[in-house]
């Protein structure tokens, strides 16, 4: 089925371990994010692209770095595990910029940092 | 300022009951989209229904129905003759025409009583 693919679904990092985490999309949608979800909090953009070759930074960047190399792919990196990066991640895309387009999500992965 | 505020942390409803979820935004920006997602325990993120600034109508989905109220800044869902599987967290979501993410709410759960 078209739409957004996260990988993996699930993990179990150390303090200090690296990870990537893959969204692949197949709906040629230019605009791609990062999301991160706690308890109450909702949901914080971490970085997005705005087409291939591009980032940016959103409102909870520190300790993440992304690249957007293929415009169907967005990678998410932790370079150095922390506790507090335990969360809920979803990735999501975006047709383009503009009212009507809403997101297409990924189903999430979730993070455990110990 | 909060973008997007969603006061009601959890909700409790009758099934076959009607129920309401409040959202209210802030934005300067005359065009904007107002967007609801259900995100049930499962984890998925679902688009439930859709309000550009300059309808003229209130948004409708099925059992779904979007209250605007522009002068109030107030985006309400409306969830007609609740069913057991309605109980799931709902987030409230803003983008404007100027920017190139959504904001979003912190939630409300909702649980349906048989």
């Known amino acids: 089925n078209a739409g957004v693919t996260q990988t993996p679904k699930f993990r179990v990092l150390k303090t200090g371990q690296s990870m990537t985490l893959l969204c692949a999309q197949d709906?040629?949608?230019?605009?791609m994010y990062w999301y991160r979800q706690d308890p109450g909090m909702g949901l914080r953009l971490i970085h997005y692209s705005v087409g291939e070759g591009t980032t940016a930074k959103g409102e909870v960047p520190d300790g993440y770095n992304v690249s957007r190399l293929k415009k169907q792919n967005f990678l998410l990196g932790l370079e150095s595990a922390a506790p507090s990066q335990t969360s809920v991640y979803f990735c999501?895309?975006?047709?383009?910029?503009?009212?009507?387009?809403?997101?297409?999500f990924g189903s999430g992965t979730r993070l455990t940092v110990v | 300022a909060q973008k997007i505020t969603q006061t009601q942390p959890g909700m409790f409803v009758q099934e076959k009951e009607a129920v309401t979820l409040d959202c209210t935004y802030d934005?300067?920006?005359?065009?904007?989209?107002l967007f609801w997602y259900k995100q049930p325990s499962s984890g998925e993120m679902i688009f439930l229904i859709y309000?550009?600034?300059?309808?003229?109508q209130n948004a409708t989905e099925g059992r779904y129905s979007l209250n605007f109220q522009k002068a109030r800044k107030s985006a309400n869902l409306v969830i007609s003759a609740s069913q057991l599987g309605d109980s799931a967290m709902y987030f409230c979501a803003m983008r404007e025409s100027t920017g190139n993410q959504f904001y979003f709410g912190t939630g409300t759960s909702l649980t349906v009583i048989p």
């Open positions: 309000q550009g600034s300059y309808d003229q």
């Open positions: 934005t300067s920006d005359p065009s904007y989209g």
């Open positions: 999501a895309s975006s047709y383009s910029r503009g009212t009507p387009y809403g997101y297409t």
């Open positions: 709906m040629n949608h230019e605009y």
